[in-house]
Structure formats: structure tokens, C-alpha cells
T-cell receptor, first 111, second 112 residues
Framework: NAGVTQTPKFQVLKTGQSMTLQCAQD?????MSWYRQDPGMGLRLIHY???????DQGEVPNGYNVSRSTTEDFPLRLLSAAPSQTSVYFC??????????FGSGTRLTVV | AQSVTQLDSHVSVSEGTPVLLRCNYS??????LFWYVQHPNKGLQLLLK??????LVKGINGFEAEFKKSETSFHLTKPSAHMSDAAEYFC??????????FGKGTKLSVKP
């Protein structure tokens, strides 16, 4: 039982590059979310999903895309990386919007 | 709209003394409230949650929190701090859409 798995753990990108942060959960949770964590800002919601085929924007969606083709996977795509996207990214899942389980995070640096 | 405010960005205590981390909430209905802990370079771990049952909630590692509707508060306490409690703590509530909204965090330092 792996819980929520995020890959990669660390990534360095050049400005303008694109990449996908992977998130997978094996708990059959319907709700999944992506957050970014910046010093002094807490965690801010980027995008979320309440089930396969359903996604919506959070507080800070600009520059990111998501899709949810299966219950298990919720990838986050950076379309054209910018230094302002340097952050730690967390994926989380929940069976019904209560009691989220978090992944261990992806530390992204954009140079 | 639902929100949470953590009143202290940094709290410092001595080992063996009580811990108090403060969180106020804003909600138009009875909220679900959570405390998470994050140790350095780690993910978030759920400490405890309030979902409209008992107002005093016990969590892991000796932490507990009391839901006070009259004060719109959900403060986290522990009778005696350990060095291993040094971490960042986040208060959170659930939006109507079913996802979490977090406070900005309180960094707890524990002095020997």
C-alpha cells in the first residue's frame, strides 16, 4: 500500500521548458489536489479533481494544466516554466474531501 | 467563504513546557478542521481532525485540539514539548468544493 506517490522528487528546469509532475494513488480516492508550498505562504491550491474526467481550478492555476483520465493518476503539467514556479509541489488525495493523504513532494527549481 | 488564520508565524518553547499553536477559522456552517505537521524536507502528516463530533479532539504524539464555536478557534496544544516536535504546523479547513484551504503555518522551535 504505497499511498500517494509523486515523481520526480527533485527537478531543475530552464525557463521556457515544459514538464509533467506525476501523482498516483492506490487507495481508490475520488478527490485529488495539487498544492504549491512557498515560504510564508502556506500551501496554495493549484488544481483539483473530484473524480475521473472532472477537474477545476484552485487559487493559483495560471501556468499549469491537469487532466484526470483515471481514478489513480493526476498529473500536473507546466506548460512553459518560469522562475516564479520554483516551489515545492504536493499532491494529495481523499476518499470524499475529508482526511487528505499527502505525497512526499516534488522540489522544483526553475533557472 | 471558509478560511483559517494562524495567529503566530513562529513559536519557541523549552523542552518539557506546554505548547500552544493558535488557529482561528471563518465559516458560514459547521466546519471540518485539521492540523497537519511537516518536518523539515518532508510531506504533511495529519495530526488530528474535527468533524462535528466531540469538541476535544485527540491526535497523534500527545497533541490535542479544542473546537470552540463561540471563539471560532481550534487551537493545538500539547502538555510537554519534545525536541522531536520541532516542525511546521498547519491548520486547515475544507472548502465547499471538498478541498483543503490552509493557514500560512506556524514554525515550532523547541529549545533544550
Amino acid at each position: 500500500n504505497a499511498g500517494v506517490t509523486q515523481t520526480p522528487k527533485f527537478q531543475v528546469l530552464k525557463t521556457g521548458q515544459s514538464m509533467t509532475l506525476q501523482c498516483a494513488q492506490d487507495m481508490n480516492h475520488e478527490y485529488m489536489s495539487w498544492y504549491r508550498q512557498d515560504p510564508g505562504m502556506g500551501l496554495r491550491l493549484i488544481h483539483y479533481s473530484v473524480g475521473a474526467g472532472i477537474t477545476d481550478q484552485g487559487e493559483v492555476p495560471n501556468g499549469y494544466n491537469v487532466s484526470r483520465s483515471t481514478t489513480e493518476d493526476f498529473p500536473l503539467r507546466l506548460l512553459s516554466a518560469a522562475p516564479s514556479q520554483t516551489s515545492v509541489y504536493f499532491c494529495a488525495s481523499s476518499p470524499a474531501g475529508i482526511g487528505y493523504t499527502f505525497g512526499s513532494g516534488t522540489r522544483l527549481t526553475v533557472v | 467563504a471558509q478560511s483559517v488564520t494562524q495567529l503566530d508565524s513562529h513559536v519557541s518553547v523549552s523542552e518539557g513546557t506546554p505548547v500552544l499553536l493558535r488557529c482561528n477559522y471563518s465559516s458560514s456552517y459547521s466546519p471540518s478542521l485539521f492540523w497537519y505537521v511537516q518536518h523539515p524536507n518532508k510531506g504533511l502528516q495529519l495530526l488530528l481532525k474535527y468533524t462535528s463530533a466531540a469538541t476535544l479532539v485527540k491526535g497523534i504524539n500527545g497533541f490535542e485540539a479544542e473546537f470552540k464555536k463561540s471563539e471560532t478557534s481550534f487551537h493545538l496544544t500539547k502538555p510537554s514539548a519534545h525536541m522531536s516536535d520541532a516542525a511546521e504546523y498547519f491548520c486547515a479547513t475544507v472548502r465547499s468544493q471538498g478541498n483543503l484551504i490552509f493557514g500560512k503555518g506556524t514554525k515550532l522551535s523547541v529549545k533544550p
